[in-house]
Each structure stands twice: as C-alpha cells, then as structure tokens.
C-alpha cells in the first residue's frame, strides 16, 4: 500500500523550520528528533505500538513524552523515510502534510472523562484540528503557536502560556466560552466570553487577524501584543464580528487537581482514571507497549499522553486500579507522587543539546537521590527553558557543568523568579530545598 513509487517523492515536502515534526527529523547531539503531534494527548494501542516499534527499529528506543502532551521519538540514526511512512500509516500523522506544524490544540488529557468538567471540548478541539490542517492559509502559524481547550476539568494544566486559550463558564444556564490571548487561564483574567457555539469561530477569527497583523518576526501572540494591545485586539475584534457576540465576563478558574500522578474518579461511574509520570520526561518502548497492553487489557484500548509528561489510561474498572498501578510500576512508569522523580522535570541537557551547560537529566538523577523531600524542581540546560512551559516552584539554570543557580517562583519577577543561591551544585541545592521546606513546615 505504501510502495514508494519512482515517480513521486516518497514524503510530502517539509515546510522550513527548527522544530521537529512527524516529516521533519531535526538533528540533536544524540540523532534525530521526530515529533509525533497527538489530537488531546490520545493515541489508540496500536498507534502506541506503532511508535514503539519505530523507536526500536530506527532509533535508540527513547521516547519522550513533551509538556504539550505529545510524543517524539529521539536519537534516530537509521534512514527515516521508512519510520515516517509507518507511523502515516498507522493514522499518526495528518491528513494534509503541511498542516502537521500547527496541529497545536492542548486538551485536558481528562477531556470527557472528568467528573468536574463544565463542557466536553473534544467535538471543538476536532473542529479546531480539522481547520488547522485543512485551511492553507493558516499554516502560516508558527510551529509553536498554540491554542489551549479547557473544559472545566479537574485534571488540567492550567500554567502554560499559550497564544489563546478558552475556558467555560456558564452565564443565564448557558454555555459561554471565557478567552484569553498570549497567557493562560490559570493565572490570567478573560479579556471577554462568547457564545460556546462561536468558540471555533473565535479563534479562526483571532488567527486571521494575528496573521494579517504580524510582521514576519512576530510567531506568537504575546509578539504582537503587548500591554493594553490585547484589550485593544479584542475590541477591534468584536467591532469587525459582531456576529460572535463578545461581551466581557467575570472569570475565576476553580484551582485544579495538585497532583495528578494517582487514580482519578471518572465521569463514567464504576470506572476511573489512572494518571502516571514517565521520569523526567523519558519512556523506552517496552514501556509504552506494556502501557498500549494494559489499555487493551483492561481499559478501553486508548491512551492519553498528559502535558505532565506522563500517561493517563482511562476507563480502568475501579476495581482494577490498584493492579493497574502496579503493572504501571513495574514497567517503570512513577505512580506514586511521593517519589522525589514524580517532581522534577529536566530538558534534554548537555548529553543531547549543544546549547546544554550541564547533563540535566542526570543532575536530576543526582537531586532525586539527595532530596529528602519531594520538591518541584526544574533543571534546564540554558534559559531557553524547554522542558517547562510555566515557572515552576524551583528552577535550577545551568551554569556550568555541574553547577547551577538556584530560582524561586517569584511572581513579581520576571523569568525564572527570585535568585537565591549561584554556581551550586545539585546536592547543595538539594540541601537550601529540604531545609526551605523543612523551615516552612515548622511555621
Ligand atoms: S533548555 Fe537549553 S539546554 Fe535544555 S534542551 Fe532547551 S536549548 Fe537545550
């Protein structure tokens, strides 16, 4: 079915650009990077059997799990053409090449499930998906530009910068959707609310005037936007439709669950969700096959991949949790949030990067050890800060190798937060973190 034909190119042509994709392998330190765009984070069990046998067969077996509950398969080193036509056919890529860039839509990985959720957003996100990679003129979005579907969910990352974002409220018993542009809804106020029937209007229409706006160096919203530009934005917006009813609205996101490695109640009675956490980020094959095994075994034979680096099956019989768990364990996925690697999140590090000042990943190996108490860090190889699209409680920014300085989440500074220690190793961060923690439980 997928014999190359000398007559056409194999792949669809690749737009230009430094962020892998599905048909554009980006070269790293340790080989290839191919990124696989999940629609919400969900994948079938045979789809994740397909990624895994891609990454046996033509990489090293690494897998990640990214913080925009996607999947890439990293250190490829044999021909790619052959691992790219397997995963398109196994439904893991787009139904128009140049869309896949774009296809930048986070859900809840609970959408649909959760028990708290205020509106199913899958039924917009597909909308959204199908227009992003059907509308040509829309893949002149940048590859980072992102949109964000909250539906209300307990289970929700709430912390991520994106370029827009929509959230639900209810207004006079009805569906309204809350929206914001270049923050998130976790921290920011709505800039205004509209009719959940316009949503997908909305955002085509904030798209349209981003890209008719933008210079060739503004990629993402917050480039355009600055200040009062995004009152300003959504005023014009609402003059030029005023057929999407835009009216401002209160809006007060209810706190989400803290920590979402554990099993969840699910919607569906009887049964519930299991959310675990791949360590630091990386899974192996065996790993993700054992996952799709389990999902077929005794879930409902899909998986969803978590914006906390993780996985959550879904459907699981409550009865079977505890089981489920242990399996998990024992494939090496992190079910229990008390282990220090639950917490900690780590970039690819000097051992893939050359932007890298330190091997993150094992210096958090190292800080796993050391912590006597389980402590939100983030170990990043350079500012650019790729492992973490929020600030997290602790960022430790590599200075050298081996050495760091020591951030804490301040929200009245910018960046990473409050500099509280420079060029320290991981075990003497590791001691300023217990002993901060320890002093706060004791006040
Ligand atoms: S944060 Fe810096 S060192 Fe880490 S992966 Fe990104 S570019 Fe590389």
Redesign the pocket.
Known sequence: MHAPSPARPLLPAVRPSACPGLLRIVQALDGGICRIKLPGGLLTADQADAVALAARAYAGGVIEATNRANLQIRGIVAEHGAMVEALLAAGLGPRQAAGDDVRNVLLSPAAGLDRQQLLDVRPLAAQLLASLEQEPRLHALSAKFAIQLDGGEALAMLEHHHDVWLSPVMIAGASWMAFGLAGCSGHDPALGAVPAINAHALVLAVLDAFLARATPEQHRLRDLLTGPGATGFVADLSARHPDLGIRTVAFDRAPTTATPIGVHAQRQPGHCLVVAGAALGRLDAEQLRGAADLARRVGDGTLRITPWQGLLLPAIASADAASVQRSLAALGWLVDPAQPLAALIA????S??????AD?KADAQLLAATLHNPAAVHL????????AAHVAPATLL?VGNGYYDLYLRDATRPGFGALQATHITVQEAGALLDARLRSNTHD
């Not at 893939?352 to 000042?357: I, K, N, V």
């Open positions: 970039c690819t590090g000097s893939g990067c050359a932007r890298g000042l993150t990043s190889g350079c500012a650019r800060s790729c492992a590599a």
